[in-house]
C-alpha cells in the first residue's frame, strides 16, 4: 500500500482561517473565545461582528455566556425535534437576543435601572416606568445602523420580542422560542442560568446548577418547553438557588446600604451630568457607565462637593449601619410600608427626646447590631457586644457633616442630645421570592416522560419531593442609621414605631410559652432550600422576652391596636411575666433603652443543662453539693 501526498503549488494563495469573508470552511470562519465560567464558545461571523461593535465591549452587562446557552438550546431543541421546523434564522435571532439582552443596564446594572432612574426621572404620564429592556432595544437599534449589521427589519423585531419574552412587533413567530432568553412563564430561562452560575463562581463558591443537564432535558410539547421528569429535583435547585443569591449576596445589608450611597451620589451629580436624559439617546447613554463615580471624583465643579463626599465616605467604607433588620410575610409590607417610613421614624424620636427631657434622662448611649440576641439588649450588654464587634481599640466614626473628618465618638454613641430627622434615617424594604413572586415556581413548569414524551404534565410531590417551604416570598424590612453613632436612636425610635403598627388580618400570633424541643427543632431544618410545614412556626423575637423592671416607668408608645388579654386566640402569659397588649408580635414592653438598670444575662440552655448534671442548678449550698 503506497501513500500518496499532495502538494499545494508554491505560489498558491493559502486561505486565512482568520479572515471572516472567507467561506473555504466552516473552521475558518466560526471564532471561539474563552469564557470563564463556559469554556469554550462559539459564535458564527455574524454574531462575532456584533460583539465586536462599541456598544457591545462598553457594556459589561453583555452577556457572551447568556447567547452561548441560547445557542445550544435552540440548536438541541432543532436537532432532537426537526419536526418543529427551527430554521437558521431562528438560532441566529434567539443567539443575538441572548448576546444583547442586557445592552440596556446602566452604570452598576439594576441599582440604576431600580432605584436611581426612579428617583430622578419619576413615572411617565401614563404611569409606567423605564426599564432597562427598553435601551437595550435602543442600542441595539443603534448597533445595527452604525456597524452595517446585516439584520432585517423583521429580524432586529424579532429579537425584541425573544428580550422582552413576549411578542409585540414580530408576527407568526414560533411560540416557545420566547421561552428561551425571557421566560416569563416560569422564569427558566438561559440568563437566569448563566448568571446563577457567574455568579456563584464570583463569590468563591460552587454552583450546582448543571446548564448542561436542563439543556439536554428539554423538549417542546404544545408549542412549550418541558423538562424531563426526572430532573424536577434540579428545575426546583434552579428556583432555590436564586432565592439564595438574593438573599446572601444581592440584598446583603452592606450592599444595600453602599446602594443607597450611590444612588445619592448619583442624584447629587445629576445636575451635573444629566444621566437620566442619556437614556433617551443612544450616542450619550453609550458613556454612562460605572466610570461615572471616577468622572464625578475627577470633575472640578463646586456643584459635585456633596457627591464627592459620599463617594469619600464609600471608599473610606463609611456605609449606613443597620439598626434594626425583620423578616416578614409579604401582607406585612402592603399594610406598613406608608406608615413605616423616616418621617415617621424621625417623628417618634422627637416624641421619645421630649419625654426624656421631661424626667432629665441623659442621652442614649452605648450600640448594638440587630443580630444581637433580642435579650442582650441593655446598655451594659451593647457596650459588651460593640467591644467584640470591634475589639479593644474602638474605631471612629464618620460624619457627614465635617467633609469626611474623622471623630472619637463611638459607634451607637449619641452626636448631641438631640432628635433624628428624616435624613438620619433609611427604611428598605426588599422583597425576595424563588422567581414567581407568592407562587409555587414549580406549578407552572412542565414535565415529560419516557414513556409519553409527547404529553406535558406538572410536577406530583410523589415524584417529585414534598418538601417545599409554605411561602415562596418574603420580605426583609431594614432600617439604618446613616451615622453610625446614632444606631441606638434609629433603632429606638424605629422600635416605638414598630409597636403601635396594626398586624396584618388573619396574621397568627406567636406563642411565646411553648419551647421546642431539640428533636423538634432538628425536625424542622430546612432540608433544600424550604422549611418542612409542621405544626411549630418560626418563633419571631418579641419584647415579651424581657422582664419588666419594678419602678421604672417605660417610654414602649401605647399600640393603635390591642387584643384583649380574654380573646380565644389570645396566646398565654410568657415565661417572665410580661406581656404586650399590642396585636403585632414586634411590640416591647417594658422598652430596654429606658430601663434604670441592664436586664441580667441569661444562661444558655447547654450551659444550664450542664449545672444540672454536676448537681449545681438549685443547690444552694456548695459544701452540700459537694458531698
Known amino acids: 500500500m503506497s501513500l500518496t501526498v499532495n502538494f499545494a503549488p508554491a505560489d498558491a494563495e493559502l486561505p486565512d482561517p482568520y479572515d471572516e469573508a472567507s467561506t473555504s470552511g466552516k473552521f475558518q470562519v466560526d471564532r471561539c473565545f474563552k469564557d470563564p465560567v463556559w469554556d469554550l464558545i462559539e459564535f458564527d461571523p455574524l454574531v462575532c461582528q456584533i460583539i465586536d461593535t462599541h456598544i457591545v465591549v462598553r457594556n459589561a452587562g453583555t452577556h457572551p455566556g447568556t447567547g452561548h446557552l441560547a445557542q445550544r438550546l435552540v440548536e438541541h431543541i432543532r436537532d432532537r425535534q426537526p419536526e418543529l421546523g427551527i430554521d437558521d434564522r431562528d438560532v441566529l435571532c434567539v443567539t443575538v437576543a441572548g448576546l444583547c439582552h442586557d445592552l440596556g443596564h446602566g452604570p452598576f446594572s439594576h441599582v440604576f435601572d431600580n432605584h436611581f432612574i426612579p428617583d430622578a426621572k419619576g413615572k411617565r404620564p401614563d404611569g409606567t416606568s423605564w426599564c432597562h429592556e427598553e435601551a437595550s432595544e435602543m442600542m441595539l437599534d443603534a448597533l445595527v445602523k452604525d456597524n452595517n449589521i446585516d439584520l432585517t427589519q423583521d429580524r432586529v423585531n424579532f429579537i425584541k420580542d425573544l428580550i422582552r419574552g413576549e411578542t409585540r412587533l414580530s408576527i407568526n413567530e414560533k411560540k416557545f422560542l420566547f421561552e428561551i432568553v425571557a421566560n416569563k412563564r416560569n422564569g427558566i430561562d438561559v440568563d437566569k442560568w448563566d448568571y446563577i452560575a457567574r455568579d456563584t463562581r464570583a463569590v468563591g463558591e460552587t454552583c450546582t446548577l448543571v446548564a448542561s443537564r436542563l ?115 409579604t401582607e406585612y409590607k402592603t399594610l406598613w410600608k406608608t406608615l413605616l417610613t423616616p418621617h415617621a421614624i424621625a417623628e417618634m424620636s422627637v416624641k421619645l427626646w421630649r419625654e426624656k427631657q421631661a424626667r432629665n434622662q441623659p442621652a442614649l448611649l452605648g450600640g448594638l447590631d440587630t443580630v444581637a440576641e433580642e435579650t442582650d439588649l441593655s446598655e451594659n450588654v451593647a457596650r459588651d457586644t460593640l467591644q467584640e464587634d470591634v475589639g479593644t481599640a474602638l474605631l471612629p466614626a464618620f460624619d457627614m457633616s465635617t467633609n469626611g473628618s474623622s471623630s472619637p465618638t463611638v459607634l451607637g454613641m449619641a452626636m448631641e442630645d438631640e432628635p433624628l430627622t428624616e435624613d438620619d434615617v433609611i427604611v428598605d424594604w426588599s422583597v425576595l421570592h424563588y422567581g414567581m413572586k407568592e407562587k409555587d415556581p414549580l406549578e407552572n413548569v412542565n414535565f415529560w416522560s419516557k414513556t409519553h414524551p409527547n404529553m406535558k404534565q406538572q410536577s406530583r410531590p410523589d415524584t417529585s419531593g414534598v418538601l417545599r417551604p409554605e411561602r415562596f416570598q418574603e420580605v426583609i424590612l431594614r432600617c439604618y442609621a446613616k451615622d453610625k453613632r446614632r444606631v441606638c436612636q434609629v433603632q429606638e425610635a424605629f422600635r416605638a414605631v414598630l409597636s403601635t403598627l396594626p398586624q396584618p388580618e388573619g396574621a397568627e400570633e406567636i406563642d411565646e410559652a411553648t419551647p421546642v424541643s431539640t428533636q423538634e427543632s432538628e425536625a424542622a431544618m430546612v432540608t433544600g432550600g424550604g422549611s418542612m410545614k409542621s405544626d411549630h412556626h418560626p418563633r419571631t423575637p418579641t419584647m415579651d422576652q424581657f422582664q419588666s423592671i419594678p419602678g421604672v416607668e417605660s417610654t414602649t408608645v401605647s399600640p393603635a391596636v390591642s387584643n384583649s388579654n380574654t380573646s380565644p386566640t389570645a396566646r ?56
Open 572 to 627: 398565654p402569659t410568657s415565661r417572665h411575666g410580661a406581656r404586650s397588649t399590642s396585636r403585632t408580635p414586634f411590640a416591647r414592653d417594658p422598652n430596654p433603652f429606658t430601663s434604670a438598670k441592664p436586664t441580667p444575662r441569661q444562661p444558655s440552655g447547654s450551659k444550664k443543662r450542664a449545672r444540672v448534671a454536676d448537681g449545681e442548678e438549685g443547690s444552694p449550698d456548695r459544701k452540700k453539693r459537694a458531698t
Open 215 to 329: 439543556i439536554h432535558a428539554a423538549r417542546v410539547v404544545d408549542d412549550t418547553i418541558c423538562y424531563d421528569h426526572k430532573d424536577s429535583q434540579s428545575v426546583y435547585e434552579l428556583f432555590y438557588s436564586r432565592y439564595s443569591l438574593h438573599k446572601r449576596v444581592y440584598n446583603h445589608k452592606t450592599a444595600k446600604a453602599i446602594e443607597y450611597m450611590i444612588v445619592e451620589a448619583l442624584l447629587e451629580a445629576e445636575p451635573v451630568f444629566r444621566l437620566a436624559e442619556a437614556i433617551e439617546d443612544p450616542q450619550k447613554y453609550l458613556h454612562v457607565t460605572d466610570s461615572i463615580i471616577e468622572d464625578i471624583e475627577r470633575r472640578d465643579d463646586p456643584r459635585l462637593a456633596r457627591s464627592k463626599q459620599i463617594i469619600r465616605a464609600l471608599r473610606l467604607r463609611q456605609v449606613p449601619k443597620r439598626a434594626e433588620e425583620k423578616c416578614l410575610p
